[in-house]
């Protein structure tokens, strides 16, 4: 029954739609500046012409790339093309500047290639029962776990607390803005009838991602082609890249399979994201390795668990998105804007009703991880040049295929106009350390929020304790207060130590 949803419907387009999406993914993850989020920021008014099951597997080629490319780049230069990365750098450019980049990158495919199809594996098998747990939700239930996922996500994104909270009512109102759903009256629009209808998913994702991220980089010092070159020290052995059956030996097959677990767990986590996988997973392995003195000096094991981790957190955060409609991470949240786009709304009633577009989905999660791999072989060679690329030259063209994208599907200067604003503002926000993720989410999540709370408590007749009489509904609020105690309080100083 798990593999129910892998349907045929795997061909051979689906299998370009998937190999382009990576290698696009690759490429956005392994320069630094561009991300993975950026690449399906652009994707998105695009997809719009697409068919669904051709837009879902390119994400999530995109999504696997994106999460692989940013370690490549931190192991050969120190500069993590993702946030996913940044405990990757800690041991792989030690390994570098030892002239050990080829053994680096060839553990860390294979630790990504074994995190990725553990989360595939566990994903497929998992995600029909929870579908199924989640069709005895009621209203109220639905209301606190949305609840815990937006107080999670503004206490994970971010290293000031406050800052967190700030980012997410700033997405809470700004999803306020248009019709209200209940009365049928605007909203928050000050008689301004331009945005008395709101402000779409499209022109938040971006001007949040796209245009913020041009101006970040504008105002920003590139570094020069020989700066990069004298991070790199480039030997024969950097161009090895088999991994040696000893070092897997000695790393241990319970260090991919505990890492992998982790990952997926915490991709299932609303709003925890690659990188607080791989944070965890690293200090466990820490923890539990007979050689922790290697740490921190170019430590296999360490490159091991990060990458591994963080590659099994992309399948584990699609599964709060496909059975509840609550995004895992800030990729997650555009893929999300994909399902909208196509008319596909998230929910266990999804996996019965378009079964078919979810099979390939699941499957190219399962695929995709053995592309990593592949390319390492086959283009591995030139990953070298990958830091060397002139991103001033790019972002012209992600500015022009950003606007022309937005206009194509929405049909309005107005949306185009917002989507500037938004951007210099989120630009302007992230200068000062705001997150966006809290920001995308709080979004996102609100309408949902607001739906599911003046819902329940219409069906209660404005009793307020509908939301702790159902055991549900109480467990959430209970691990909601859990999580504020843990990530608020614990978590910080657990870190600092």
Known sequence: MAFEYLSSYFDSWLILYLTAGY?????FGAVPGLTSTLAISLLLPITFGMEAINALVTCVGIFIGGIYGGGVTGILINIPGAPAAAI???????????GKAGLALSHGAFSSMVGGVIGALLTIFFIQLISELSLGFMTPDKFSLILMAIVVSMLINSNDILKGIIATFLGLMLAAIGIDSFEALPRMSFGMENIREGISLLTIVVGTFAIAEIFTQLASKPLLAEEILSRMNITKDSYKFMPKFKDIKEIGFFCYLRSSIIGFLT????????????????????AFSNN???????????????????NAMCPGAIIPLLTFGIPGDAVTALILGVFNLHG????????????????PMLLAFLFTPFLIVISLFAFGRYYIK????NRQLLY???AFTAMIGLYAATFSMLQLLHATILGFVIFLLSARDYPTVPFLLGFILGPLLEKTFRTSMSLAKGDITTFVRSPYSLLFLVLTVVMIYFLGFRLPKILKK
């Open 23 to 27: 290698f696009i993914g690759f490429f």
């Open 88 to 98: 990757t750098v800690t041991e792989g450019y030690k390994l570098t500047q030892k």
């Open 267 to 286: 991709g299932i986590l609303p709003g925890a994201g690659a990188a607080m996988a791989a944070l965890i997973s690293y200090a466990v392995s820490k």
């Open 292 to 310: 922790k003195n290697a740490y921190g000096k170019g430590s296999l094991e360490g490159i091991t668990a990060a990458e591994a981790s963080n």
């Open 344 to 359: 596909l709304i998230p929910g266990p009633m999804l996996m019965i009703e378009h079964s078919d577009k979810l099979g």
């Open 386 to 389: 990958i830091p060397l690329v």
């Open 396 to 398: 012209p063209f992600i």
